[in-house]
C-alpha cells in the first residue's frame, strides 16, 4: 500500500513540476531623484505569465546592498495583478536614506560610483500550486548625479 502511496506523489510532484511557472527579470537600478528624506532608486520587474487568467501578486520583498551592507529593505505588499497571457512591469522604488552616504565615502571617493546588489522576492499565488516566491537578483555600479545633473 506504501508504495502505491509512493507512486502517486511521485506522480503527482512531476505534473506539477512540469506546469508553466510565471517568469521574471530584474533591471539594474537607476537614479530617480531627490526629497529631504532620501534619495529614490528604482529599477522594473518584468513578470510574463503563461496562463490565461490574470494572478494576484502577494507582495515583493526587496533588499539593498552595497559594500555587503544592507542599505534599504522592505516589504511592497499586494502590489496588484498580472495581466493575462502578456508581461507587467512592476516599479520598484527602493528609498534609500542620505546616512549611507557617509560609509561609502571611500567608494564615492574613487569613481563616483556604487556598486551595488539588488535582491527582489516576487510572491505570487497560483491555483493548485498554491504562493511560491520568485527569487531576483541584479547586480552592477550607479553613477551619482552630480550637482550639474541635478539642477540643469
Not at 23 to 30: F, G, I, P, Q
Not at 110 to 119: A, G, K, P, Q, S
Request: charged fraction near 25%; glycine fraction near 6%; include cysteine.
Amino acid at each position: 500500500m506504501s508504495g502505491l502511496v509512493d507512486k502517486a506523489k511521485g506522480f503527482v510532484a512531476e505534473k506539477v513540476a512540469q506546469i508553466p511557472k510565471p517568469e521574471a527579470s530584474l533591471d539594474r537600478v537607476s537614479f530617480k531623484g531627490v526629497s529631504r528624506e532620501c534619495i529614490t532608486l528604482h529599477s522594473h520587474v518584468d513578470v510574463n505569465n503563461p496562463y490565461a487568467h490574470r494572478i494576484p501578486i502577494c507582495e515583493i520583498t526587496y533588499s539593498f546592498k552595497t559594500d555587503n551592507k544592507v542599505v534599504a529593505s522592505s516589504t511592497m505588499p499586494d502590489p496588484g495583478w498580472i495581466a493575462a497571457s502578456g508581461s507587467t512591469k512592476l516599479e520598484l522604488p527602493v528609498k534609500v536614506p542620505y546616512d549611507f552616504i557617509v560609509s561609502l565615502v571611500k567608494d564615492l571617493g574613487r569613481d563616483w560610483d556604487i556598486d551595488y546588489v539588488l535582491e527582489v522576492g516576487l510572491t505570487i499565488d497560483l491555483p493548485v500550486v498554491g504562493s511560491f516566491t520568485i527569487p531576483l537578483t541584479t547586480e552592477g555600479e550607479m553613477k551619482l548625479p552630480t550637482f550639474r545633473d541635478l539642477f540643469c
